[in-house]
């Protein structure tokens, strides 16, 4: 049996560009994305996962590219209409996105699990290949404050990152395990890459370390583990997460990512403006590919997803 499953793990924005990629250059049977669900949270009586979402809507060609999170095209009736109810209003939820925070919620409350309801509702909008949530059970990324953990959302939307940092824990952790189809893609005789989507590490991937027996069962492995840094230029493309990293005492550097993976990682791929990284990360034993990782538009994303599977030596046709 030719070893050519490709397990890709992903967070939300950058993750899901590369997922698309991938999604883009290998079949459906050759491919299961595994996305975070350490983001997701209760809202207005809505389960909403940012990341599953962010992962759906690039597949289904849905996304706003420009907003980085939600659905292009959107409009703001029901959010204007909560405003005006004096509902909360510091979590923006889109009118098209909201149909699927609702089927989401109503389907799960009839008694499916968040795997069978994201299969569900990524079938529905004619996505072929397997979305797969990390865990069925809540396992929630919470932020240390000095008034205490906040949960994700209430921490980077609600404060917008203000609050000085002090830690980082996934509660829940205890007990939640793998859902089932990773799982299975774990176990899989015909496993041929594990790829690690330009996704924050600490924020993103490490909550789908963290499920029960992951961080096992990939040193397992003996397939190779590809990442794809999240920096460009030193620093995280988007958004205050370095400000975050900065106050854990957490480098944002090259290095720090390939340190932080340890063990794991056999192929870390860098932008060409941190081609200065390349040398030192070589002198640790890794093997390292200097390429464009910024992805503007759907070439750039089958292009990386390309370099990252033939850092694998997986054929894509
Ligand atoms: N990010 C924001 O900065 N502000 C928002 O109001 C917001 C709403 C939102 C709604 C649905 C959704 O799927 C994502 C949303 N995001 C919003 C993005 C989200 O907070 C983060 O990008 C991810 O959790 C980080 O991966």
Redesign the pocket.
Known sequence: MSAKHVLALS???GGAKLAAGLAAVLPPEDLTIVVNTG?DFEHLGLT????I??VTYALAGLNDTQR???VKDETWQAMAMLKALGEAD?????DR?MGMHIARSWRMREGESLSAVTARLTRELGIAHAIVPMSDAPLRTQVGTAEGWLD??RY??AEQCRPVATGIRFAGKAGAKPSAEFARALARDDLGAIVVCPSNPYL?VDPILAVEGVRAALEARKVPLIAVSPLVGGTALKGPLAKLLGELGQPVSNRAIADHYGDLLDHLIIDEADAADAGDLRGTGLSVTVTGTVMCDAGDRERLARVALSAARIETG
Request: aromatic share 20%.
């Open positions: 967070g939300g924005v983001d909403i996962c940012p990341d979402d962010s980085g999170w939600g510091w979590f923006n939820l889109g996105d994700f959302q980077f939307v993103s």
